[in-house]
T-cell receptor, first 114, second 114 residues
Framework: NAGVTQTPKFRVLKTGQSMTLLCAQD?????MYWYRQDPGMGLRLIHY???????AKGEVPDGYNVSRLKKQNFLLGLESAAPSQTSVYFC?????????????FGPGTRLLVL | KQEVTQIPAALSVPEGENLVLNCSFT??????LQWFRQDPGKGLTSLLL?????REQTSGRLNASLDKSSGRSTLYIAASQPGDSATYLC?????????????FGKGTKLSVIP
């Protein structure tokens, strides 16, 4: 099993450009999450999904959109990138909710917005 | 606001020493408390998850305790090794946040000196 994979590993964008980050998991997990990690801020939840076709907002959803068209994939979109979105983005997944089970994290995508 | 705090931000110890990492949280109404390890440039790896009804969990040389009444958790690492060098994050699932939104501390960066 590959676990949780993220594409791309690193990307540089100019302000106003758009891009999509892809997260894929091969563990048949129901729950998927997108976090961002910033120096001095810790990890913060952007959006999450409790199953195929469902999405919900987390702590810092503004400027991002997500889609979960297939159970194994969770996409994070930036429609118009801003320098404040420079961060490291982590995807995670779990079979059960966070009340019952830990989350399995991908290796991260480092995004720089100029 | 529900917060998770980890002190110190960095810790350096000689190899073989037993050590304790601290995590405090502002609200005793938690579902669980989790400890993760993050290596440089990598994603998070789950170490231990303690449910609110439990007092401690053990895995190999690691032991995590939970004291809800005092709002504290500790991660004890026995006989530290250079391979233990990493950033250790704790995360709380607060009851008011539902089943999905983990609140992370900013981490303690551990260096084990050979």
């Amino acid at each position: 099993n590959a676990g949780v994979t993220q594409t791309p590993k690193f990307r540089v964008l100019k302000t106003g450009q758009s891009m999509t980050l892809l997260c894929a998991q091969d563990m048949n997990h129901e729950y998927m999450y997108w976090y961002r990690q910033d120096p001095g801020m810790g990890l913060r939840l952007i959006h999450y999904s409790v199953g195929e076709g469902t999405t919900a907002k987390g702590e810092v959803p503004d400027g991002y959109n997500v889609s979960r068209l297939k159970k194994q994939n969770f996409l994070l979109g930036l429609e118009s990138a801003a320098p404040s979105q420079t961060s490291v983005y982590f995807c995670a997944s779990s079979y059960y909710s966070a009340r019952q089970e830990t989350q399995y994290f991908g290796p991260g995508t480092r995004l720089l917005v100029l | 606001k529900q917060e998770v705090t980890q002190i110190p931000a960095a810790l350096s110890v000689p190899e073989g020493e037993n050590l304790v990492l601290n995590c405090s949280f502002t609200d005793s109404a938690i579902y669980n408390l989790q400890w993760f390890r993050q290596d440089p440039g990598k994603g998070l790896t789950s170490l231990l998850l303690i449910q609110s009804s439990q007092r401690e969990q053990t895995s190999g040389r690691l032991n995590a305790s939970l004291d809800k009444s005092s709002g504290r958790s500790t991660l004890y690492i026995a006989a530290s090794q250079p391979g233990d060098s990493a950033t250790y994050l704790c995360a709380a699932l607060f009851s008011g946040a539902g089943s999905y939104q983990l609140t992370f501390g900013k981490g303690t960066k551990l260096s084990v000196i050979p």
